[in-house]
């Protein structure tokens, strides 16, 4: 809490969700200028140049690590893809979470999870996956698990076994490539007073990408985690992520020299 809230001689109490985005209210007055936590400045290595991040306006936004896209028995390994790749970020996010957690820095899933009746879902997006309406496509059950594809609280919609989802942590269900079209993932950003966030999770090259170029889009500032990030699609598209990363929507940087800055505080 900020001063004005643990003044016993102010009674004002919060209105809000973080210290810095909330208003002090009582019977007689709103007092809504928000007063900012004085900043908690870390800085770490990363492309195309060094950072220095504010720990108080930061998140880290971890997208579709979940078992449709990186068990086995889930959706892409049925229609024949290797998940391997997308384990990858497993022992770097295992490391980076707590750390984050301990700092204060909201930790966000974004996970693919539709409704039931897929009644927000085209046509056009439908056929991506079930290009012949004959296939397991969104909503149907995988034979090896039984669970429909990308459907909201089922098994291939939730977060893998190996990597916990804290009490603390912010849960938000897309239904597009973009973690912020049809959600509320920028209303809940912005009242948690974010400004800059970082990514991981998979695949770089289409959900990351896009949920990152929507933030960059919407004014925040974007950083892709290298070692917390994976792809099952081609080299090229993961070279094509990094580049695109660096050149038009901020900086890539390794979850390691993170930590460390963490730790240096």
């Not at 038009?248 to 963490?262: H, M, R, V, W, Y």
């Amino acid at each position: 809490m900020t001063d004005r809230f643990s003044d016993p001689n102010s009674a004002l109490h919060p209105m809000g969700t973080r210290p810095g985005s909330q208003w002090g209210v009582n019977g007689e007055l709103a007092d809504l200028s928000r007063p900012a936590p004085a900043p908690r400045v870390v800085s770490f290595p990363a492309r195309p140049k060094a950072l220095r991040l504010d720990l108080n306006r930061l998140a880290v936004i971890v997208v579709d690590m979940q078992n449709d896209f990186c068990t086995p028995g889930g959706w892409l390994d049925h229609i024949g893809v290797d998940t391997t790749p997308a384990r990858r970020p497993l022992a770097p996010l295992q490391s980076l979470l707590p750390a984050l957690r301990a700092a204060d820095v909201p930790v966000v899933w974004v996970n693919w999870g539709n409704r039931r009746d897929l009644m927000n879902i085209s046509p056009a997006l439908r056929h991506v996956y079930n290009g012949s309406g004959e296939d397991v496509g969104l909503g149907d059950p995988v034979p090896a698990s039984g669970a429909p594809v990308l459907q909201k609280d089922s098994w291939g919609a939730a977060v893998i076994d190996e990597l916990t989802v804290a009490d603390t942590d912010v849960r938000v269900d897309k239904f597009r490539m973009s973690g912020f079209w049809d959600t509320p993932l920028d209303s809940i950003l912005r009242n948690l007073g974010v400004s800059t966030c970082l990514f991981a999770g998979v695949n770089a090259d289409q959900c990351v990408l896009h949920t990152l170029a929507d933030a960059n889009f919407l004014g925040y500032d974007t950083v892709l985690l290298e070692d917390c990030t994976a792809t099952t699609s081609p080299a090229f598209c993961w070279d094509a992520t990094l580049y695109n990363a660096r050149q038009i929507f901020g900086f890539t940087a390794l979850s390691t020299d993170l930590i460390a800055a963490l730790e240096a505080r």
